[in-house]
């Protein structure tokens, strides 16, 4: 399909600006005491019927009779399938949890979503948002207090839930991937054509046995089945992997990633807010972007930031093409006595062109659509 045939998108509801929203509220679902009530009993009945909240993992979706909640989640579900393309979940339940019982109660809304995909060569199903940098010698840049840029991750949905947030900063942004092909395609129509033609990216470790380093395909930055606009887009893992196949990018590519980047991050097509204890946003990673501020800690341990992150998919969330995975399915999958060790703040140096940085801001109601 040829840039020129693209339906027009001005009615689709994926197609957002931050003035799309009047409040909050436009976006937002509020868990009820009788919400939290059905939830933490049916993490009490897992522990009537001999069963441990962990591994958290270990649980499925019949392990939580949650039908009242189960229905207000299925709305929730299409608003993030073919709504506006995420939710913030309000409310969930965390007075007088410990961090385990969150976990399984974020687990038990996880499965009104979809199914959890593997996150890494190590096969976990459930990962921790801190700053790992004082215990890991190369944590990813989830797992620093550092700015993450506007990007997509390797999944179909990612869903992030606030334990305990940052003492100032880490605010989220969200973007519309529609709303950024479409006004690249009012600004400069001729850079659309690198983005759909795509680029290598880096498997930064995890590639599996007879993978190469960097992908041998290119995978599209925008595509298009059945009519529906999807979105990948990375760019150091992209810049990495035209570095390990010798393969520049050209003037015309960088041009373009450029002008994603300008685009995304203008504060009329950005979205801002804070993760609240007991949030959860849960993202069509085809379709929004998102990125983080760096923030700063509180100095007591136990109120460190951490948020547990779901990567979800369900049976026909949305077609796309294959070259829109990173590996031969979605996720990452498990590959036995792997980890990554790649050096993530070198990823991010290598890259001096890359312009996809938020800035460092304090939220005022305008960001945050109020």
Known sequence: MTVTQIRPSATDPMAWRRDSFPSPNAYSVSFTDGDRNELMASLDNVRRRGRKLTPAEALTREDFPIPRLREKLRGAYEQVRSGHGFVLLRGLPIDGLTVEEFIAAVWAVGTGFGHSLSQNAEGERIGHVIDATQQEATPRMFRSNLELRLHTDVTAMIALACWHKSQSGGASFLASAVTIHDEIKRRAPHLLAPLYNGFHYHRLGEEGPGEETATP?????????????????????????????????????????DMFDEVARMPEHRLAFHLERGDMVVINNYTVLHARTKFTEFAEPERRRHLVRLWLDAEGFRAVPPELNLFAENGVPRQEGRTCTFDFKKLYGDDPRATGGMPSIELSETDTGR
Do not use: W
């Open 217 to 257: 395909y290119r995978m599209p930055v925008f595509a298009i089945v059945n009519g529906q606009l999807s979105c990948r887009y990375q760019r150091a893992g992209l810049a990495a992997g035209h570095r390990e196949r010798g393969v520049p990018l050209t003037e015309t590519e960088i041009e373009a990633l």
